[in-house]
C-alpha cells in the first residue's frame, strides 16, 4: 500500500473545522491590524532562499527539498516565506505603490526535518510581513498579533521570550568577545557547537546538550554589547508590551536560527507541545530587502507553525467546536422519486441551504439515521401518503414539531428553515 510520505499528513474531514476555526481568527486578527494578504508560489529558484536564509544555516545546509526541474533550474519548495516575500516586494515595486507594505500569508512549507511530534517535513505556517519602517512599534505589533491569535485560540500557558541582535557591527563586536571567552573552553564542546564556533558562534546557544549550556551559561551577552540604536528601539518594544498587558522575558541567548535578523527577535513558546515548543518566531531583518537585490528597506514579521498551534490547543483543550450539521436532510419514502427528491435538493441549495440525501437506495429507517447522524436540523419526508395528497412533511428535530407543505410551495420551506 502506498502511504503518505514520511513527515507529511493528511488534514482528514473529522479535523478540517479546527483548521476553519484557526485560519478565521489568524484572518481577523491580521484584518484588524490592516495586513493584506499575499500568495507566493510554492517554489523558488534555490538562489533565494540559499541567500535570503544563509548558506550556513540548517534550514539551507540540510533541510531545503532541492531539485532541479526538467530545464536544468534549482528549484526549492519553500521553506520558509519571508525570502519567497521579499523577492515578491522586489519584483512588483511593491514599495513605489506604498511606503509600509503590510502583508500576512498562510501556506505550507517544506523542510527535510526529523520528523516528531509538531514537527513535519511539510507543514503550514501563517505569518507576517511588513516593508517599509525601521519603527520599533512594528515589532512590538509582531508580537501582538501572534500573541492575540493565541489569546482567540484560548491557549494559557504561553511564554514570550524577546531579544535584541544589535545591527551587525555590534554583533560583529560581540562575536569577537564570545570567541575570545570560548578561545580556552572550545575543546570541552561538542562537535556539532565546534562546527558552529567556526561557521555562526551565536547558534552555539541554540545547543541542547548539557555540557554545552554549562559552558555557555556564562558567556558574555550579546544584549550587554548592544549599539545605542538597537537598545533604544528595544527599550520601546518592552514598553509597548508592558503597556498593552503582555507578559515577556527577554531572553539573550534566544538567537533564531535563520540568518536574516537585525535588532528585535521574537518567540512564543508552549509548556504543552513538548520537546517542538515554539509556536511562532520573528524579528526585524533591516538588510535581507538590499541583500536580495531592492533598494535598501527595513523590514520586520513572524511566523507560527500551524499543527503546532493545534497540537497546544488540543493538549490544553482550549476550544471545543460544535458538531458539524446540515440545514435539511432530504428522505424518500417511496422508491421511484429519487429524481423528485434531487430536483428539491438543487432548489433549496440554490437558496443557500446545505442539504443532503440518500444515494444509496437505502431504507427510510436508514436514511432517518443519516439524518440524526449529520445533525440535520429539519428532516423532509418525500413520499408517502402527504405525497399523494401534494404535500411534503416537515420535521423540526429541535422540537420534534411537523407541518405539511404543498409541494408546489418550496419556498415556505425555505423561509421555515432560515427562520
Ligand atoms: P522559523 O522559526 O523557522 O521562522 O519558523 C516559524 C515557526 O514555524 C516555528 O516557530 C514553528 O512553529 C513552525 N515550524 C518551523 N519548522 C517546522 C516544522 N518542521 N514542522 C512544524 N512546524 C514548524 C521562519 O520561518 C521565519 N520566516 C519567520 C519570520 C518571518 N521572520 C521574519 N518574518
Not at 3 to 9: L, P
Not at 39 to 56: C, D, M, N, Q
Not at 396 to 407: C, E, H, I, R, Y
Amino acid at each position: 500500500m502506498i502511504k503518505a510520505v514520511t513527515g507529511t499528513k493528511d488534514i482528514l474531514p473529522s479535523e478540517i473545522n479546527r483548521w476553519y476555526y484557526l485560519e478565521n481568527i489568524v484572518k481577523e486578527v491580521f484584518t484588524n491590524f490592516n495586513y493584506k494578504e499575499i500568495r507566493t508560489p510554492v517554489f523558488e529558484e534555490t538562489s533565494l532562499f540559499a541567500r535570503g536564509i544563509g548558506e550556513e544555516t540548517d534550514i539551507v545546509s540540510k533541510e531545503m527539498y532541492t531539485f532541479l526541474d526538467r530545464s536544468e533550474t534549482s528549484i526549492t519548495l519553500k521553506p520558509e516565506m519571508t525570502a519567497a516575500v521579499v523577492r515578491s516586494y522586489i519584483e512588483h515595486s511593491l514599495g513605489t505603490l506604498q511606503p509600509l507594505n503590510k502583508l500576512f500569508y498562510i501556506s505550507p512549507m517544506f523542510r527535510q526535518e526529523r520528523p516528531q511530534a509538531g514537527r513535519f517535513r511539510q507543514f503550514h505556517q501563517f505569518g507576517a510581513e511588513a516593508i517599509g519602517s525601521t519603527s520599533p512599534l512594528l515589532d512590538a505589533e509582531m508580537i501582538e498579533m501572534s500573541y492575540n491569535i493565541f489569546k482567540r485560540l484560548g491557549l494559557k500557558d504561553l511564554v514570550v521570550k524577546i531579544n535584541s541582535l544589535g545591527v551587525p557591527q555590534s554583533r560583529e563586536d560581540y562575536k569577537n568577545k564570545l570567541r575570545e571567552f570560548l578561545s580556552d573552553k572550545k575543546d570541552k564542546l561538542t562537535e556539532e557547537s565546534r562546527k558552529r564556533f567556526d561557521k555562526n558562534i551565536l547558534r552555539i546557544f541554540d545547543s541542547k546538550i548539557e555540557s554545552d549550556q554549562e559552558i555557555m551559561k556564562d558567556a558574555p551577552l550579546l544584549i550587554d554589547y548592544l549599539d545605542e540604536e538597537s537598545k533604544t528601539d528595544f527599550e520601546v518594544v518592552k514598553e509597548y508590551l508592558t503597556k498593552v498587558g503582555i507578559p515577556f522575558e527577554v531572553d539573550s541567548a534566544l538567537v533564531r536560527g535563520l540568518d536574516y535578523y537585525t535588532k528585535t527577535t521574537f518567540e512564543v513558546i508552549s509548556n504543552k507541545v513538548g520537546s517542538q515548543s515554539a509556536l511562532c518566531g520573528g524579528g526585524r531583518y533591516d538588510l535581507l530587502i538590499q541583500e536580495l537585490g531592492g533598494k535598501p528597506t527595513p523590514g520586520v514579521g513572524f511566523a507560527a507553525g500551524m499543527e503546532r498551534i493545534l497540537l497546544a490547543c488540543e493538549n490544553e483543550k482550549s476550544f471545543t467546536l460544535p458538531d458539524p450539521s446540515i440545514d435539511v436532510y432530504l428522505i424518500r419514502i417511496d422508491k421511484g422519486l429519487e429524481s423528485t427528491v434531487a430536483g428539491i435538493a438543487s432548489l433549496l441549495r440554490s437558496q443557500k441551504l446545505s442539504v443532503d440525501f440518500d444515494y444509496l437506495s437505502r431504507s427510510t429507517k436508514a436514511q432517518m439515521r443519516e439524518a440524526n447522524k449529520s445533525n440535520a436540523k429539519y428532516v423532509l419526508f418525500i413520499g408517502g401518503e402527504e405525497y399523494s395528497r401534494g404535500e411534503l412533511l416537515l420535521k423540526n428535530m429541535a422540537d420534534g414539531q411537523q407541518k405539511t407543505v404543498s409541494k408546489d410551495e418550496i419556498n415556505k420551506i425555505i423561509s421555515e428553515v432560515k427562520k
